[in-house]
């Protein structure tokens, strides 16, 4: 449970990040402007500053519903200047479960946003007020400060990362396992630059795994390894590779297997969801699709078995789908490429479990990476899909990246040729 209190003068994107935050970790969304009375409305519109007493009232209804959210055990990340000290002790108090994330840029900037703004109550020329207003959080108050004049999206992930860099027991955010079989091993992840495969590369390096991930986005491999050094995590190694291009894919396992040793874990996690209509298909599509999101599972584990079994044993973990098991169109080449992994799942299991090596599968529910918010995550698809989930929360990559661990981990030692599904309970 966590309550995030997202800070800093008008403009500084305060509205826009805490979206963000909410609709990647399925949080509850509190916009501070809508608890303003209609009297402080007013005054803003009118170009005339609030006073601490137009505050206090404010301030405090935004507390007791933050209050309300904590007492039904649901996070929620709330959009508010709180440019004061005073202030923040309202929204933070004693909360052992509330944190400050601190919006913070140059005047020139912010300014420059406002300027281009449209359809909010305080015009520009309050600004100098508020920056005159403004006492920036001191150290006692150990905020996440997100330097802004990124792209939202960017902000959004930096602010999600030093949240999750936090996580400990104390502060009652979600905290992983331990695996002591996993340190040291060496783990391969494909698609590992984004979405859930980047959960998964962080929470193996955070396990002291070596870990490698294949990629086509050198982009956000790139951003990926920067935030993990900043945590102090050791580099992952990354090797751009076109998964369709198997030569190109066991060049880069052999390569991987040189520098680190033998691959003990396989995570073979990519894929594309692309939509499209069963009549535009062509072979050279269809073939393209099951490139995509089949062939080079089988290919990666044929390429990875023989180090496991010089090892004596190792774990392979395919991703396949919800999608096929609910019957959803729209998609056909990658629902029967999604159904083919549960077969390859099932009949290598039983070709390696004579040396030692385990086979599984995940199922995932619809995980809210940042591709699937953007592209497919309309406000009557989300109520649909909670409709549907037991479990009313949207699913994030962590939800995956745990069972990933325990799979990978010994702890899961007669665990194989299973379907494992992780989807609040919508199948």
Known sequence: MTIAVVMGVSGSGKTTVAAGLASQEGWILLEGDKFHPAANVAKMAAGLPLTDDDRWPWLRAIAARADEVRAAGQSA?????????????ILIGDRPDAVLVYLCGSKSVIAGRVA?????????????????TLEEPGPDENPIIVDIGDTPTAEVEEAIRQLKARETTESGHRVFATYPSLYGRVVLVTGGASGIGAEDVTQFARQGANVAFLDID????????????????PQPLYLSCDLKDIPALQA?????????GAITVLVNNAANDQRHAFEDVTVEFWDERMATNL?????AIQAVAPGMRAAGGGSIINFGSISWHA??????????????VEGLTKGMA???????????CIIPGWIMTQRQIDQWLTPEAEENLLRAQCLKTKLVPADVAGMVLWLASDDSRMCTSQLWIVDGGQL
């Open 295 to 299: 062939r080079h599972q089988f290919f």
């Open 77 to 89: 990340a709330i959009a508010c200047s709180a440019l004061k000290r005073a202030y923040r002790d």
């Open 252 to 260: 880069a396992i052999a390569e991987i297997s040189r520098l680190l």
């Open 327 to 340: 019957s959803q169109g729209g998609m056909a080449a990658y629902t029967t490429a999604k159904a083919g």
């Open 116 to 132: 281009v703004r449209t359809g909010h109550f305080m015009p520009p020329a309050l600004l100098d007020s508020q920056f005159a």
């Open 350 to 360: 039983r070709d390696l479990g004579v040396h030692g090596i385990r086979v599984n």
């Open 218 to 233: 050198d982009t956000a491999a790139s951003r990926l390894i920067e935030t993990l050094r900043q945590e102090g995590l």
